[in-house]
T-cell receptor, first 109, second 114 residues
Framework: SQQGEEDPQALSIQEGENATMNCSYK?????LQWYRQNSGRGLVHLIL???NEREKHSGRLRVTLDTSKKSSSLLITASRAADTASYFC?????????WGAGTKLIIKP | DSGVTQTPKHLITATGQRVTLRCSPR?????VYWYQQSLDQGLQFLIQYYNGEERAKGNILERFSAQQFPDLHSELNLSSLELGDSALYFCASSVEGSGYNEQFFGPGTRLTVL
């Protein structure tokens, strides 16, 4: 079953613009993770935010977590063509990660 | 390079056949996860092993089985294959298997069932 739901399903923006993706989940969590997947390749971990954290930064990435709304957002600033990929959120539940369906991000040159 | 290796990269087989996918986790990682990714189902968690023992089970069909060996590599066995089993199969590993740690993914095995 999928706990996380990403929104939007697809996003197309111009290079240099910021991209924001959202993730909602259903049950309480200990942490939430974001991963990136380039077409047909393995997922790459981007960032992990714990339930007692509200915001976390890593380079051009900014993740927020609102446990009261059971939602998280991933912001990619100053997007580049190389950011074109699918982005997944995952929440921990009973020794496993529960994955959303992903947001497909396309950066237009 | 995540440090997780999967073989083979591609596999083409016929319905009714049986195949074995192999995964070697990152050095030091005790937990191995198997995922199936298809266009219509997204990323589906199949099964997790931790230090040789099954720890969690997801949407794994009875026709599928897995094991983790003493050297921590893992194999996923798919039998009585159907057209719908065509997908990318990913293995991931983590230091331990609680969900608190990031998972490192292998490059995947693309299975095509004809």
């Amino acid at each position: 079953s999928q706990q996380g739901e990403e929104d939007p399903q697809a996003l197309s923006i111009q290079e240099g613009e910021n991209a924001t993706m959202n993730c909602s989940y259903k049950t309480s969590i200990n942490n939430l993770q974001w991963y990136r997947q380039n077409s047909g390749r393995g997922l790459v971990h981007l960032i992990l935010i714990r339930s007692n954290e509200r915001e976390k930064h890593s380079g051009r990435l900014r993740v927020t977590l609102d446990t009261s709304k059971k939602s998280s957002s991933l912001l990619i600033t100053a997007s580049r063509a190389a950011d074109t990929a699918s982005y997944f959120c995952a929440t921990d539940s009973n020794y496993q990660l529960i994955w959303g369906a992903g947001t497909k991000l396309i950066i237009k040159p | 390079d995540s440090g997780v290796t999967q073989t083979p990269k591609h596999l083409i087989t016929a319905t009714g056949q049986r195949v074995t996918l192999r995964c070697s986790p990152r050095s030091g990682d005790l937990s191995v996860y198997w995922y199936q990714q298809s266009l219509d189902q997204g990323l589906q968690f199949l099964i997790q092993y931790y230090n040789g023992e099954e720890r969690a089970k997801g949407n794994i069909l009875e026709r599928f089985s897995a094991q983790q060996f003493p050297d921590l590599h893992s194999e996923l066995n798919l039998s009585s294959l159907e057209l719908g089993d065509s997908a990318l199969y990913f293995c991931a590993s983590s230091v331990e298997g609680s969900g608190y740690n990031e998972q490192f993914f292998g490059p995947g095995t693309r299975l095509t069932v004809l």
